[in-house]
């Protein structure tokens, strides 16, 4: 006899009304003219929420460490040194990411 699988989740989830109508929406191709001119907008917002008019950024659709690596190995090239300095998590990480592409590093930790 087969056992039956066990789904084990916070669920049922309530999801409002306007959550439910934004996902039965149509999908926009991401090199289609409704997504240009989003991520230009998304881009001009982020520059002001930031205080940065004068800066160029861009968005990242991806985990954390994905801009982590992204920021590492665009700014380090092979013959440069890292110091990472450290309060936790994500300093530690940064430590991570430099040791798996191989870049010579140091970790300065503290509290």
């Known amino acids: 006899m087969a056992q039956e699988k066990l789904l084990l989740i916070p669920g049922p989830s309530p999801v ?11 999908t926009v191709s991401h090199v289609g003219p409704e997504m240009i001119r989003d991520l230009r ?29 992204m920021a590492l190995l665009n700014t380090v090239g092979p013959a440069d040194r890292v110091l990472v300095l450290s309060q936790g998590y994500f ?19 503290c509290e």
Do not use: W, Y
Not at 44 to 63: D, H, R
């Open 91 to 109: 300093g530690q990480r940064m430590g991570q990411i430099c040791q798996a592409f191989g870049l010579s590093h140091d970790v300065m930790e």
């Open 16 to 26: 409002l009304p306007r959550i439910l109508e934004a996902l039965a929406r149509p």
């Open 41 to 69: 907008e998304s881009c001009q917002n982020l520059k002001t929420i930031v205080f940065s008019e004068k800066g160029e950024p861009f968005i990242v659709s991806g985990a954390g460490t994905l801009s982590m690596e």
